[in-house]
């Protein structure tokens, strides 16, 4: 029953692949390989003499690869630099999947220390060094085509006389610039490079609408069947004959041992079949074959479990198991590793778990230490203020009881001031009346002694509250910002007094000297040095002393002594209404009395 079921099997497949045969003899050839070709021509150069055919080779090139059945057909003219390596680099994608590239370029080109380059039609080439930035490297015409798969094929009308050689500078004597191309050696195989000259020599534009050249290229590379090797050599005599022998095309690379046309030979009828009694059991395994699977080749050897064919098919069932193990175990690497990057994971993850658990820890233990430093900090504050609040009761309390104290005396005295008032009468006209004075307090003397130190005051602090000490808190008021009542020395003046750290009224020093922190030091001049009226040191200037000179100076020594002009001081004067200023011509500075307050004197 089995050998029937693969009967039937083999008769359909045979036919289906007879039809599948004589499809592809009718036209396989045209649709067995891709093709792809690009066709560049550079007529209208810029900055040099236009050149008449290679648009029109152009156009006759193109027209030939797509009456020959290529795939895709580019055809480009006139094209710039950056233009030229975009059309390279996008033709090099097309090939990837291509058997055949064909590349034609029509135009100038130049050899460079035998490297050949393709000339632009922008380019200016003014010395050698420009060459490498605005040409375009024939290396990299070889490099788009590397991917096609059966023939490389780069052709090059390219070889006419360059007419940048003649006016390029040379940035480099030793540098050598060829008269047409130099010779090429592809290293791919299966790569060819047609010169429309031979190498160092230079071809001709031609005198038609198209160069002889693209001409004989057009007559012979499209014929069926006609190996490449051969129709370039049909070229080469054809160009020859046409010139005059004059120029010769030239072909590097090599291909192998079949032949390579560029449009397939037309298919020949096939002969048919031929009796052979092995005939069906080759049918049959190359069907098996063409299925290429397990079950086709145990149906084969259960028909055919003897001879030459059975053997093959045995090999093909070891090959097929060979494959399924290698899958099996491909698939179970890939599931072990799967697995192996599966646990890593969760190793990580647990570290990472683990790790934030014991931040967390961390940063708990940091909190509750930190809350049990802020409990302790805020006991001390608070025992602090409790301390500061006992500290001013008491001083209140003390002040209060030296007030009641000092009043109880002020009565006492006015009692016996009133006791004695009689006897006073009666001594009156011999002796006057005892004068009173207030008694001294500590609240007075100590707001002072703060005045003192903030540099509002200079006189010696006393118990009483006097018109100097009112002057010095009338200075701290302006230049502190308060407006205390400076007719009453009270707690509060004394604790703003004490908020200060330092000096709150300026220190004016006198004439000769310079505030230097709390202290007015002596300003010492180096030797041929003096003051001057700035109160800075300058450089005395010494002249030569005449009899002349001598008396007008006498002269005006005693205008001086009588009276001088005013001279500036240097000084700095504040006081309560206008603030501080320099002080004038003439003028100078003196303490008021008891130290306080300034006063400026003129003469």
């Not at 093959?312 to 290698?326: F, G």
Request: include cysteine.
């Amino acid at each position: 029953m089995m050998k029937h079921i693969f009967r039937a099997c083999s008769i359909a497949l045979t036919a289906l692949a007879f039809f599948v045969l004589a499809t592809w003899l009718v036209c396989g050839p045209a649709l067995a390989e891709k093709r792809v070709a690009l066709v560049i021509g550079n007529s209208a150069y810029k900055n040099t003499l236009r050149l008449t055919n290679p648009v029109n080779d152009a156009a006759l090139v193109g027209d030939m690869f797509k009456k020959a059945g290529f795939d895709a057909v580019d055809v480009k003219t006139d094209l710039n630099a950056s233009e030229m390596r975009r059309m390279l680099r996008e033709f090099a994608g097309r090939v990837r999947d291509a058997d055949m590239a064909v590349i034609y370029y029509a135009g100038h080109g130049i050899e460079l220390d035998g490297n050949n380059y393709l000339i632009p039609t922008d380019a200016m080439l003014e010395t050698d060094g420009d060459v490498l930035d605005e040409t375009v490297a024939l290396d990299r015409a070889l490099f788009a085509v590397e991917p096609a798969k059966r023939l490389r094929l780069v052709i090059l009308d390219a070889c006419r006389d360059n007419p940048f050689s003649k006016t390029m500078k040379r940035m480099v004597a030793s540098r050598a610039i060829g008269r047409g191309l130099a010779k090429v050696e592809p290293t791919s195989p299966n790569t060819m490079i047609a010169f429309a000259a031979k190498a160092g020599s230079t071809a001709s534009d031609g005198d038609s609408r198209n160069s002889p050249f693209a001409t004989a290229l057009v007559e012979h590379l499209p014929k069926p069947g006609l190996d490449l090797r051969k129709a370039f050599g049909f070229v080469r005599d054809d160009v020859l004959k046409n010139t005059g022998s004059r120029q010769e095309p030239y072909v590097y690379g090599s291909l192998g041992g079949d032949d390579v046309p560029l449009v397939p030979a037309k298919p020949v009828a096939v002969a048919g079949p031929q009796a052979n009694p092995q005939d069906s059991v080759r049918r049959d395994y190359e069907l098996a074959l063409q299925a290429g699977l397990r079950e086709a080749w145990e149906a084969f050897l259960q028909t055919y479990p003897d001879g030459f064919y059975a053997n093959l098919a045995r090999v093909q069932l070891k090959k097929i198991a060979a494959e399924e193990e290698r899958t099996a175990a491909t698939e179970k690497a890939r599931l072990t590793e799967q697995e192996k990057v599966k646990l890593a994971a969760e190793r990580a993850h647990k570290a990472e778990l683990e790790k934030a658990a014991a931040a967390a820890k961390a940063a708990e233990d940091a909190r509750i230490a930190a809350e049990k430093q802020k409990q302790i900090e805020q006991a001390k504050a608070d025992a602090a203020e409790r301390e500061r609040k006992i500290a001013e009761a008491a001083a209140a309390k003390a002040l209060a009881e030296k007030q009641k104290a000092a009043a109880e005396a002020a009565a006492k005295q006015a009692a016996d001031k009133q006791a004695t008032d009689a006897e006073s009468k009666k001594v009156a006209a011999l002796s006057p009346p005892p004068t009173s004075s207030a008694p001294a307090g500590d609240l007075p003397r100590s707001v002072q002694v703060e005045l003192r130190r903030v540099g509002c005051m200079k006189a010696e602090p006393y118990s009483e509250w006097s018109e100097t000490a009112q002057r010095s808190l009338t200075l701290f008021n302006k230049y502190a910002g308060t407006k205390f009542d400076v007719k009453l020395a009270n707690v509060d003046v004394l604790d703003a007094l004490r908020a200060k750290p330092g000096r709150i009224c300026p220190l004016v020093c006198d004439r000769g000297f310079r505030a230097d922190g709390d202290q007015c030091v002596k300003i010492s001049c180096r030797a041929g040095y003096r003051i001057n009226d700035d109160n800075e040191c300058e450089k005395i200037e010494r002249k030569p002393v005449s009899r002349q000179d001598s008396k007008s100076r006498d002269q005006e020594r005693k205008s001086a002594e009588t009276g001088a002009k005013p001279q500036a001081t240097g000084q700095i004067i504040c006081t309560v209404g206008t603030g501080c200023r320099p002080v004038r011509k003439g003028c100078r500075v003196e303490a008021q009395s008891g130290g306080v307050g300034q006063t400026e004197i003129c003469n």
